[in-house]
């Protein structure tokens, strides 16, 4: 990436437009001068409607009644801040869910367990274990064992039986942190790239809790390792709709069933990153509950390159010539990747967010150094990363929150701060997400999937 095209400073990113890339700065500054006259015009209808009312009755008991002047002035200015502030989005709490130790895996087991499973040939096995060597993964991801038995077929029971395991692990811990009664939750959203079942697992979700019966429910697939921030998008545009309140946002991949049991070599490598997880998050329009969240939304920025055939093919669900089914990811996909990225830093510069901590997604060792390079990071600023890589493996769209449980872990948010999460994934897509820290966060005596 050039020097000029996006430069960290002080925890902030500066972005310039130049040739080659899309003019997303020009678009921008029409799409919010559009917005902002739309919501100046909303504000001033609302205060034509609202205000007379209450100023009639303040004058009148300011005349008549002077003892209660003050108290109702006091009520009359929060209500007009109740009425012409703009609704926020909260995140009450997240949970990342952690795999019981017998799923444990190292590096040493997954070679051995692949060669006993007689699925692969010699040659696929040597990729595999050289590409386990050069993945940044450490010895204590979690991997399914169903995917080593011989003759191994990917079906869907072992898709829905991993998906519960994973998925009611992740939420069990998040209402045991937040206290929210499922009846209360109104929006649910949950993303799962490959495995998509009749019912969805969004049904699932809603028959297992036994959530109400006018619940909005949403089922992202084949969004990729990005759609988690893109659940957040919907989550959000959904909470603003129906203000008051509570989303359940959930984000995995299962493993099951992204796994391929063949020898094609263009297929082989996801085999050696992807590795079980889900994460749960609880957002909130409720403007009461900013003084119990964690963070509040402030920038969201989504970048799609579909319309570029490169990038569109650079990853995709295919089929071998013996019909079974892998993820293909091609060679173009880092220098894809890079191009997308730019686009997203260009509009996310143009807002002028600043962060002081980076969750890049773990996808693996050789993209990280890719991005680290490119942008100028320090090691500070890959940490959460390249540790989450190292413990968790690839857990796919939840990564980025197994990153920021790290932070918590470390206690490094301090009130203020942003966070600036990043995701990938096919399509092409990159997007990204600013959280601002309502106060200091401690580390979590529960739902922190890196306590000991």
Known sequence: MEKEATKMVNGGVKSKSR??????????NLRYVKLGYIYLLSLSRSFCY?????????????????????PLSILLLLLIYHFLTPSSVFLLDFSCYRPPDH?????????????????????AIELQRKVLQQSGIGEESYMPRVVFKPSHKVNL?????????????????????????????????????????????????????????????????????????????????????HQGSYALVVSTEIVSFTWYSGNDVALIPPNCFFRMGAAAVM????????????????QLVRTHKGMEDTSYKSMELRAD???????????????????????????????????????????????LDEIQKDLKLTDENMEASRRTLERFGNTS????????????????????????????????????????ALRNIDSPRHNNPWNL
């Open 19 to 28: 040739k080659g890339i899309p003019d997303f700065l020009g678009y921008v």
């Open 50 to 70: 609202f205000i007379p009312p209450f100023l009639l009755l303040f004058i009148f008991v300011s005349r008549f009644l002077p003892i209660l002047a003050f």
């Open 103 to 123: 799923l444990k895996i190292t590096k040493s087991d997954f070679i051995e367990m692949a060669i006993k499973s007689g699925n692969f040939n010699e040659t």
């Open 157 to 241: 029971r072992d898709g829905r039986e991993e998906a519960a395991m994973v998925i009611f692990g992740a939420i069990d811990e998040l209402l045991a942190a937040t206290k929210i009664n499922v009846k209360h939750i109104k929006i649910l959203v949950l993303n799962c790239g490959v495995l998509n079942t009749t019912p969805s697992l969004s049904a699932m979700v809603i028959n297992h809790y036994k959530l109400r019966h006018n619940t909005e429910s949403y089922n992202l697939g084949g969004m990729g390792c990005s759609a988690g921030i893109i659940a957040i998008d919907l989550a959000k545009d959904l909470l603003n709709a």
């Open 283 to 298: 957002l909130s329009s409720r403007r009461i509950d900013r003084w119990r969240s964690k963070y509040q939304l402030m």
């Open 321 to 367: 010539r013996d019909g079974r089914q892998g993820l293909f990811i091609s060679r173009e996909v880092i220098e894809v990747g890079r191009h997308a990225l730019k686009a997203n830093i260009t509009t996310l510069g143009r807002l002028e967010p600043s962060f002081e901590h980076i969750c890049l997604l773990s996808s693996s060792k050789k993209v």
């Open 397 to 436: 769209s939840s990564s980025i929150w197994y990153e920021l449980a790290y932070l918590e872990h470390k206690e490094k948010m301090k009130r203020g701060d942003n966070v600036w999460q990043i995701g990938f994934g096919s399509g092409f897509k990159c997007n990204s997400v600013v959280w601002k």
